[in-house]
Each structure stands twice: as C-alpha cells, then as structure tokens.
C-alpha cells in the first residue's frame, strides 16, 4: 500500500514537471514577444503560442493524470505533495471544463490582439482595438461559463488569479474602501503643503537610469546570476524558474523616478519568484499564492520601503551622485514629498499611493460588467471616460490615456485588476508585522541594509510557495485576516504628515 | 478519390504545422539560452528542451502521421506537397527508429554540456569537459546504429545535416582538395609579396563596430523588422520563421574585421531564412536544403562578395568615416590584402579561405574516427595536436585554441563539419555562375548595390525551400554536377593576384 502511493506520487510528479516546464516555456516565449521578438515575428508567434497552449491543456485534462488525482485526494500525504495534489486538482478540474478548441483560440487570439493593442494604443485609436476586444470578451464568457465557478461569470475568472476570493468579499472591501480613499484624496488636494513637482524634472541619461536601478536591485538581494533586467514597452517580471527571472522597464528621459519605482516593483516579483525553493521547481506547489500576495511583494518594496525617508536616508546622496550636478540643489525633504506627490492623474501605472486604490476600483466595477454582460466594448471607452470623471474628477482627452492604457485585457487578463489592491492591503498588514518583529527595521533600511527584510520575507512567504493558502498565510504572518485598516492606517500617516493634513 | 486526398493532405499539414511551430520553439529557447539567459538558467532549461524534444519525437513518430504518409506517398501531387511528402517521410522515417529515451536523453545532456564546454574552453581544461563528450559520443555512436542508414556510423549522422550525401564521396572530394589546398597554401608561404597585418590594429568601439555591420547588412537587403542582431560567444543565425531570424556576433575591440565577416557571413544565412516564402510556412518543405547549400549562402556573402575588391571600393570610405581618423592612412589595396591574408592559424572560424578547408578536413576526418570507434575521447587531444601538425605545420598551446575551440561536439553535432567545405564550393560554383548572368555584377558591387545579386539568389534558391534537392539545385543554377575546380580556381586566382604567386 506505502509503495503504490509511492508510486502514484512518483507518476503525479513526472507528469506535473511535464506541465511546469511547458507553461515555463510559454512564458519563456511571451517574455520574447514583449522584449525581443522583431516586429513581423507576431503571426507566427501566436501560432507557436496556440500550439503549446493546446498542448498543455491536453496533457493537464490528460484522464490519466484525473485518476492519479483522485486516487490521492484521500491519502495521507506530506506537506509538499500533499500541496501539489490540491493545486493541480483544481488547475484540472478547471481545465476539462475547457474545450481545446477554446483554449487554442484564447491564446492565438490573446497574442494577435496584443500587437493590435500596441498600435491602437499607440495611435490613440480605440476603434481598431475594439472589434478585438469584442472577441476576447466573447472568449472569455465562454470561458468563465464552462468553468461553472459560481452564479457570477466575473468570478470564475478572478479564480485564476486571486484563488479562493469571491466578489462578495472585494464588493465588500472595495466599498468600504472607496470612500475612505476619495477622502483622503480630497484633504491632500485641499492642502496648502503641495511637494515641488519640477524638482524631479531634468534630462537623466537612460544608462545611468539603469545603472542606479541595478545598484538597487543589488541592494535588495535580486540575484543577478539567476535573473535579467530589460525594456518592454510595459513592465513586468517572469519567473521561469526560480533559477531565471526577468525583470523589465522602460525608460523616459525626462522622468527618472518613473522607471526607478518600476525596477524596484518588479524586483519585489523577482525576489518572490528568486525565493522559491528551487528544490521543488516542477511540483505545482513551487509557485506564487496568488497575484495578490505577488503584488503584495512589488508593493512593499516599491511603497513601504523604496519610498520611504528611511531608504532615501541611504540612496538619495548616491542618486546625486549618480545624475552629477543635477539634483544637488534639491533637498532630502523635499525629494520625499516630490516623490510621493498625490494628484488625481489619468494613468494607473503612474498613479499615488492613494489614488492607485480608485483606478483599480473603477477597472474592477468596468469589466466585471462587461464580462457579465451588462456593458458592451461599443460603450465601453464612454463609460470609462464617465467612471474617470466619478472617481478621479478628471477626464481623458484621448483613448491613449484613457481606456486603452492598460495591456491586460488585450491579453485577456479580466479579473487581474483587483488582485493589485489586494496586494496594498497585504504589503501594508505583513509590513506592519515586519516593523514588530524588527524594531530595528528603519535604522537597517536608513544604513542600505536590506538583507533582514528579503531573508524575513523569503522565510515568512517565498520559500513556502502554495503549501499554504493566501487566507492562512496572512493569519500566519500577522495573527488575523486580510484587513483594509493597515493600508488606510500607512496611507493616513504617511500622507497626514508629508501633507500636514493634522496641522 | 480527390477528395480524399484532399482530406490526406490537409491532415498532413496540421501534423507538419505543429511540428514545425515545436520546432521553431526549440530554437527559440536555444537562441535564449545563447544570447539572454541568466547563467543559473541552465539546468531548468535543459529540462524544457529535453521534455519539448520528447514532445517533438513523439508527434513525428506517431503511427498517425506514418500511415498519412504512407497512403501520400504514391499519390500524384504537385510540387510542395509532393516536397512535404518526401521531407516529413525522411523525418518520420528515422524518428521511429530512435527510442524517445534516448531523444531525451540527447537534448537533455547536450544542453548540460554546452555550459560544461563553456566553462572548460574559459579554463583551456579539456579534462572538464571529455567526459561530458564520451557521454554525448556514446549517445551519438547509439543514434547511428538506430538510424542504420548504411554500414557507415558515421554517414547516419552526416545525413543530418547534407540529406543524401555519402562519406565515400567527401573522402573523394577531400582527397582531391586537401593536396591543392597545401599546395596553395604553401606557395602563398613562400611569397615575398606579404600583407602588412598592422594596418587593421587598433582600439575599435564597439558601438560603431555594430552600426557598420548594420549598415552592411541593410544594405544586403536583411529586413530589421523580420530581424535582430544579438551577440553571443560563437556566432550563429536563428531562422524562427521567415519573419523572425536572428543573428548574433561577437566583438573584439582589437579586431573589428572579425565580428564584421561574422556579421556578413550569418547575414548570408540570414537571406537565406527570409527568403523562405512565409506563405509555406509549416510544411517542412519551407526550410534550408541543406547545410551546405545554406552555407553556400554565409560563404558567397562573406567571402566572393564582401572580400572582394568592388565590395570595398563602396564600402571602404565608409569604414574610414566610421572609425573616424583610425584608417586614414591605410590605402585600399594594403587593407584589401590584409582582409584576405592567408596563413597557417590555430582558430578555424578565423581562418582564410584557403587554409580554412585544411581545418574542416582535419575535423572530418578526426570525429568519423570517433564516430567509427576508431579514436577514443581520451586520446582526441593528442589526435588533434599532432593533425594540426600535419595539416597546418602549427600545434596549438592549449586547449582553448585546439580541441575546445568550436561548440559543434558540445552540442552533439557531429557529422556538420564537412557542411562548411561543402559550402565554399557550392558558393564558388553559385558566384561563378551569377557573374554569367550579370556581366555588370561587380560594378553593381562597386557602386553598393548589392540588390540584384540578393533577388537572383532568392529567385534561383532561397524561395523554393526543399521542393528540390541540392543535387538538383547545383544542376539547374550552373548546369553541372558540384565540382571542386570552380572553388579552386577562384582562390588560384584570387590569391594568385593578391600575392604575386604569377608574377
């Protein structure tokens, strides 16, 4: 009996390895498509993409691989395997919901449409996007109808990203959410302690951008040996395996600050993805939770540390240094606030800590319309611009700042959104917990030591992959559920005093 | 009846599809692993080319594919899929006959190796490296007597890569070379008339190194946006599709006329791969005949073309103006020498065009001993000093420039070598040719348009993909047989004039 669990197990992982690497190699060739791949190369490439994708797919519905999981979803099993049973479990009982056909089309048209959304975007032009994302959103109904998750089509596909969470609970999060945030964004504008915005202003070569953004990714223990960072129109980080992770930017010479927050961002994903424990790549288990314990990584790093005065305490004389002459006359004080200004602005990627929060509500509350069917894409940039106009008071003046800014849904990404503010209350909670356990933890990020933090997290959340769930983690690391008054709480601190809002 | 063959064909070319887009993956993932990888990377990689190539193996061997091929194969078809047809049934044919475990196994320690010979060529330590190469010998010699092509071991391999090509008739055409090639080469020793080699020294930048070869390669007619030019430790060219080939260089700061040949010469394979009609893309007739023709293609650009007097009449001023001031005092006709110096050299992908066959003799004949059972990876050192003697009168000093100089035995290509011989006489045979054609050709060279040339070789080669065999396609372009004479005749007078060897 102890052999053939033995040897189910053994059979359950040949076959698990098989499907990591196939999906590592999809991502290995989307990485390509955004940073490397010459323009023609796209038609092609979808074809690829479509392929291997209907190949994972037949071999993740495989009946062999069903029966292996049903045999051990009652066995007494360690934490690892007994992990890897539970998650390929449900990434199969999902995936026989799907017929190949559907996930052959999803893929080719996902990366079609991606080098369509580039252009558009580019030309300001939402018309030639919209007949393409008419068919992804066709797509992906059929896609969350198959799955059969709950009555909410919308949450079938949040599933994929945010396991386990339910629209009630983001309902009832977000509404809490979005009253305290538009508060708190009408005080900071009504304040007379605005930051010096043109102090960050300058021509700042793209080199030494990059040559400041990997001293800091340095700093924070990214593994270069085990990792890259390069351009893409759109940043993002790769994991193909915890031996190989890549990072991107992009550069604007006239914003320094912009591609910097981005490379630490990121570097916050790499760390998690570094921090896998490479022991058991291949198992479904060495994997993130979810994207929003993922975000909860980026965020921490890119907001409760990197634009803190603690971390510019260390890093702000060697940015002077780095951009010679050029910010000699600005001072540390003033740097902060400049970095950390608050305004209702028209792009997500750019926004505050503040107002990031509405962006996401306001993309949450449109596409789950949509994929429930009570928004059409022919309506969707005016409901946009009016969403803009409800949330932020401000309206865009083309589809290039406005309903075409963002690269998910040309990916088909529905449902991705929200998990973004799911990872700000998660870095703010697990934060908060860090500065208890380390009192010291100020006093090391302000000497440029991050190494207690990285190694904290990495013990605390990296290493344990998805032996344990996002709900669990949180009550593990902090002693209670996921709350929203830890992020309101550092948001009402942190800008109460840059803003003198209890002056 | 036709329908049904309609229906045959149609499956067929859904098989060939996926085949080909698991292919054009693999190279991908290669060209990564060359160019981009972090250098952990490696042993996760390995995996996914090891399980793609399984996935690979088995969809060409699948009885499936065997009886559509087999019901096809009598049936009256036009020229692709007749072409199609033939191709997948040489594949098939030899796929079935190679265990899946030992295709594995293949990819799998061949990508390990790749890093191992790294490695040991950095150190000069070949003892690092051969028992990876015994390994690989052993998988290879394996290999062989699976495909039992003919009593030679080693023609198995050989047919890899020049389909149709037998060892009896390389040892004729090597036979014949070999003493007038010495010959050749020794009476170019024995000049007086020497090329001053200092006149090409310097410090070179990098930058404008790659802005040259750019230059030269637009100029060529290689399309940037169905294109890239990376580098990597050994220069190679990576058609994914027609619309996106790679191709990658090194620079030395010393020496920019080696990364530029290297440039041209992949430029060469590069036409070759965009000139494949996209519109067959997925029939395995749309690809390469054969290595030499392709070859023949590197070589034609790199050595008849831009080696030649008219090439650099347009081209040299511009070198000058590039490297501003550095060439100034360098006349044409001493730097057109000096780039075409011959002399006996330790490194074969520096080597001149006459003392360049020598290596590749000494390679063929060294690897069909190892591949026969004739040399044991234990003595191969010692073989390869004492040939080198031979051959080339020099002996290298250590690993690095001997036995570990080139990546082919690391990657488990054994039997390409001769490809490289037989593509200087495709080449020779192809340029005598198209200068009957164009009786202008060299002063359209002369004034930089390097346009006709790139259509003919387009027309007469490249768009027809494997719908003929090289056979065939050296008869119908020069209306012969390959034949050595064209390629010696043009070095006798080639390096005749150059050195005096006449006068």
Redesign the interface.
């Known amino acids: 009996m102890h052999s053939q669990k033995q040897s189910l197990i053994q059979s359950l992982m040949a076959q698990a390895?098989?499907l990591t690497?196939?999906r590592?190699?999809l991502e290995?060739?989307q990485w390509?498509q955004e940073t490397?791949?010459?323009?023609?190369?796209g038609?092609?490439?979808a074809?690829?993409l479509s392929?291997?994708s209907a190949?994972h797919h037949q071999k993740l519905t495989s009946p062999d691989l069903g029966e292996v999981l049903e045999r051990l979803s009652t066995a007494d099993l360690d934490l690892w395997p007994r992990a890897a049973v539970r998650e390929l479990r449900r990434q199969h009982e999902k995936a026989v919901r799907l017929p190949e056909a559907l996930v052959r089309e999803l893929a080719e048209t996902t990366s079609l449409a991606h080098a369509v959304w580039v252009t558009a975007r580019q030309k300001s032009d939402f018309a030639a996007f919209s007949p393409w994302l008419e068919k992804i959103l066709r797509l992906k109904r059929e896609e969350a109808r198959c799955l059969q998750v709950s009555d909410s089509l919308y949450e079938a596909l949040l599933d994929h990203y945010e396991p386990g969470m339910r629209v009630r609970e983001l309902d009832e999060l977000f509404a809490l959410l979005r009253p305290k945030l538009t508060s708190l964004l009408q005080r900071i504008q009504a304040s007379p302690r605005q930051p010096k915005r043109d102090i960050l202003k300058g021509e700042f070569s793209v080199a030494q951008q990059e040559s400041f953004g990997r001293s800091v990714l340095s700093a924070m223990g990214f593994?270069?040996?085990?990792?890259?960072l390069d351009r893409s129109p759109h940043p993002f980080c790769s994991g193909?395996?915890p031996?190989?992770?890549r990072l991107t930017t992009r550069y604007s010479e006239q914003d320094f600050s912009s591609s910097l927050f981005a490379i630490i961002h990121e570097g916050g994903h790499g760390l998690y993805e570094q921090g896998l424990n490479p022991e058991h790549?291949?198992s479904p288990a060495c994997d993130g939770i979810s994207l929003g314990i993922h975000e909860s990584q980026s965020r921490l790093w890119e907001n409760q540390v990197a634009r803190s005065g603690a971390f510019w305490e260390h890093w702000f004389p060697r940015l002077q240094q780095t951009f010679a002459g050029q910010l000699d006359s600005v001072s540390l004080k003033d740097f902060l606030h400049a970095i950390n200004r608050v305004e209702a602005s028209l792009i997500r990627v750019e926004a505050d800590e503040v107002s990031y929060g509405l962006h996401v509500i306001m993309r949450y509350d449109l596409e789950k319309q949509m994929v429930e069917g009570d928004l059409e894409v022919q309506d969707l940039e005016t409901a946009w611009n009016a969403s803009m106009k409800e949330y932020l008071d401000i309206v865009p003046s083309n589809s290039a700042e406005g309903v075409l800014q963002d690269t998910h849904w040309s990916q088909g990404l529905m449902g991705y959104f929200p998990t973004y503010l799911l990872g700000n209350l998660y870095a703010a909670q697990i934060f908060h917990q860090a500065k208890k356990v380390f009192p010291g933890l100020e006093e090391d990020i302000g000497g440029g030591n991050l190494t207690p933090l990285r190694e904290w997290l990495g013990e605390e959340i990296h290493r344990h992959g998805k032996t344990i769930s996002a709900q669990k983690l949180i009550e593990r690391i902090s002693g209670e559920a996921l709350q929203s008054n830890y992020f309101l709480d550092y948001l009402e601190q942190k800008f109460g005093q840059l803003y003198g809002l209890n002056d």
């Open positions: 390895q098989e690497e196939l590592s190699v290995t060739l390509d490397m791949m010459p323009a023609l190369g038609p092609f490439r074809r690829q392929a291997l190949l593994q270069w040996e085990a990792g890259r193909l395996s031996l190989d992770v790549y291949g």
